[in-house]
């Protein structure tokens, strides 16, 4: 496609579900990056991936979310168990190496 | 822990108004980069600065990077309602993109 593009748009789930949050980078785009913006926390960086392998995954908020991508292309955020404080906008971009950042239009998780 | 703080955090403003939104940290970056980011969309980077002292013009936009590279600065001159959006600041700390805490603009007709 032409941008990145995320999937779903909008997710609603209970607490203590869990959801898989998906997103398509930019083809041979070898970058993929994972943020959280919510309103208290500002954009949060979660994670990111040179091809497959994150180097430093020590951004994620808890051992409840991990995040995968295969293939160097779509990669998947998961969260287990899902907490009210998990609400908050998820956003994905993507970039050829280390330049520019192009962003997706998010998904917005609410947990009620 | 690197950390980026912006200020002012809000800026109400009337059109034609010129206004400047800061950028510190007590890090040092190789380069910092700005962004701006509307309802519903995801930032869209608006420049990169690399050099300590660099400054660099995007139409009525002053962007400046601080000769030690800790902090950076956005002017924007006569400014529009289009200008209405959240500005971020971002760079590479350690395996990590770091984002300003942001300044939500709002540009009154």
């Known amino acids: 496609g032409a941008g990145v593009s995320q999937s779903p748009s909008n997710k609603v789930t209970e607490k203590g579900k869990d959801v898989e949050l998906r997103c398509d980078p930019i083809s041979g785009h070898t970058a993929l990056y994972w943020y959280r913006q919510s309103l208290g926390q500002g954009l949060e960086f979660l994670i990111y991936?040179?091809?497959?392998?994150?180097?430093?995954k020590s951004g994620l908020p808890s051992d409840r979310f991990s995040a995968e991508r295969t293939g160097g292309s779509v990669s998947t955020l998961t969260i287990q168990r899902t907490q009210q404080e998990d609400s908050a906008v998820y956003l994905c971009?993507?970039?050829?190496?280390?330049?520019?950042?192009?962003f997706g239009p998010g998904t917005r998780l609410t947990v009620l | 822990t690197q950390l980026l703080e912006q200020s002012p955090q809000f800026l109400s403003i009337q059109e034609g108004e010129n206004l400047t939104v800061y950028c510190n940290s007590s890090?040092?970056?190789?380069?910092l980069q700005w962004y701006r980011q509307e309802p519903g969309e995801g930032p869209v980077l608006l420049v990169t600065v690399v050099t300590g002292g660099e400054v660099k013009k995007l139409k009525r936009l002053t962007f400046q990077f601080g000769d030690a590279r800790k902090d950076s600065s956005l002017h924007i001159t006569a400014a529009q309602t289009g200008d209405t959006g959240l500005y971020l600041c971002?760079?590479?700390?350690?395996?990590?993109?770091?984002f300003g805490t942001g300044t939500r603009l709002k540009v009154l007709a």
């Open positions: 890090s040092v970056f190789s380069s």
């Open positions: 991936f040179q091809g497959n392998s994150a180097p430093d």
């Open positions: 971002g760079g590479w700390g350690t395996y990590k993109y770091i």
């Open positions: 971009a993507s970039s050829a190496e280390y330049n520019e950042q192009f």
